[in-house]
């Protein structure tokens, strides 16, 4: 439906929608788009989903409206498999890897850029670790837009070559994402550039909330006791946790009977880091409401080498307000965790996603979830995107267990 208005998470201050914006001009705030959704509550229900597209645009009514003669642009993102663990009872995996270019920035792009080309903006400017990059090239493509794309120099190949092959253009950059951003922020003004880096435009996560409807709709509308999402840049959390909202006020969720076992009806929201760039985790544990930039980001895990994330504030309000936790991986534990889920369930799982695995794994041992939690793990992309830092990485674990791997001539599991 229309767009009320352009809220802020951190001041309240409302904007128009009417033209494209970035972050509130008073204090830099991440925007989210508002409707009236007490006028859609009766006439937009649950029952209304019933053999709709099989896509993320199958909850048009909460998304932004267009005009009549305007279509989204979409590759066939969202609707993605609930698969049911074959390891673990009550587990469930979403896998965000059947998405176009094989990863959930799909759907924020998707949103984005359909929303961009409705401004009749013509260029567009990202930082990316990789897969954010590569969906932005592809939907920028699918709707004649120009795209420019700054990645680190050492982004998966796959990230890389399927923005090049969408003709976008990008920049590779001898560090990491923040670098890549704030060339971004220096150089969009001139160029005529409108930035649509995480969290610095409304509708990246009015794509990625359609996760959130996903995981209710799927369940048959009794949301999980808890959620395990790996946190980059933390669009995924923050988006899920707007859906829930927006489910309370058009009546699909909450109320007696409804859901989970837990009071307040919305279940636990775990993020999981890389041991090597955890400042969401660090924060969390020392009861800060935002994190500091991490020095030394280092995980093979390229999307979540996100050493300060823009909605660091609202990740950290999200686990507090649901009763979550905060987790980190190593990459030792997140590329065993790959092999585990490709054998034990037959998801070939991006590192990213691995690494909710190592979560779950930990926060059953020490006691934070129970067998009987209903508990939904996310697979945020394909491992084929990853081939080369897969193979990398085993030539790594090789070096570090010489022994176990050849013993007397016989090659080991490895
Ligand atoms: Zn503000």
Redesign the pocket.
């Given at each position: 439906m229309k767009v009320s208005y352009l809220e802020?998470t951190?001041?309240g201050?409302r904007l128009s929608a009417d033209v494209p914006r970035n972050v509130?001009p008073?204090?830099g705030?991440v925007l989210f788009a508002r409707y009236d959704l007490a006028a859609l509550k009766g006439k937009f229900r649950r029952e209304d989903l019933r053999g709709r597209v099989a896509s993320m645009w199958r909850y048009g009514e909460v998304l932004p409206e267009l005009s009549d003669h305007e279509e989204p642009v979409t590759l066939g993102e969202g609707f993605t498999p609930m698969l049911r663990s074959r390891e673990h009872a009550n587990v469930w995996i979403k896998d965000e890897g059947l998405n176009p270019t094989g990863s959930f920035k799909a759907r924020g792009m998707s949103a984005a850029v359909t929303m961009a080309r409705h401004y009749g903006l013509k260029k567009l400017a990202v930082p990316s670790a990789g897969n954010a990059g590569g969906a932005l090239a592809m939907y920028a493509a699918a709707a004649g837009i120009e795209a420019y794309i700054f990645m680190p120099e050492d982004v998966p190949r796959a990230n890389r070559m399927e923005a090049e092959y969408a003709d976008a253009h990008v920049t590779l950059v001898n560090g990491l994402i923040s670098d890549c951003a704030r060339m971004v922020t220096e150089r969009k003004e001139k160029e005529g550039w409108f930035d649509v880096s995480t969290l610095k435009e409304p509708y990246r996560v009015e794509g990625k909330k359609t996760m959130g409807y996903e995981v209710a709709e799927q369940l048959d509308w009794k949301l999980p006791d808890a959620i395990i999402y790996p946190t980059g840049g933390g669009v995924g959390m923050i988006g899920m946790w707007k859906a829930f909202e927006e489910m309370e006020e058009l009546g699909w969720i909450g109320g007696a009977g409804a859901g989970a076992k837990r009071p307040g009806f919305r279940p636990r929201m775990i993020t999981v880091q890389a041991a090597g760039c955890a400042p969401i985790v660090k924060a969390w544990e020392g009861g800060k409401a935002s994190s500091e930039m991490w020095t030394g980001a280092e995980t093979f895990a390229a999307g979540l080498r996100v050493p300060k994330a823009y909605g660091d504030y609202l990740i950290l309000d999200i686990l507090k307000k649901s009763g979550g936790m905060a987790v980190s991986a190593t990459d030792e534990e997140i590329f065993g965790a790959t092999r585990q889920w490709a054998s034990m369930e037959g998801v070939f799982a991006a590192p990213e996603g691995a690494a909710s695995l190592v979560a779950y794994q930990k926060l059953r041992a020490n006691g934070f979830l129970s067998a009987e939690d209903t508990v939904v793990l996310f697979n945020t992309g394909s491992a084929y995107k990853y081939l080369d830092v897969l193979e990398a990485e085993e030539r790594k674990s090789q070096r570090r267990m010489p022994g176990a791997r050849n013993i007397g001539g016989i090659i080991g599991p490895y």
């Open positions: 802020c951190r001041c201050e509130c008073k204090d705030g």
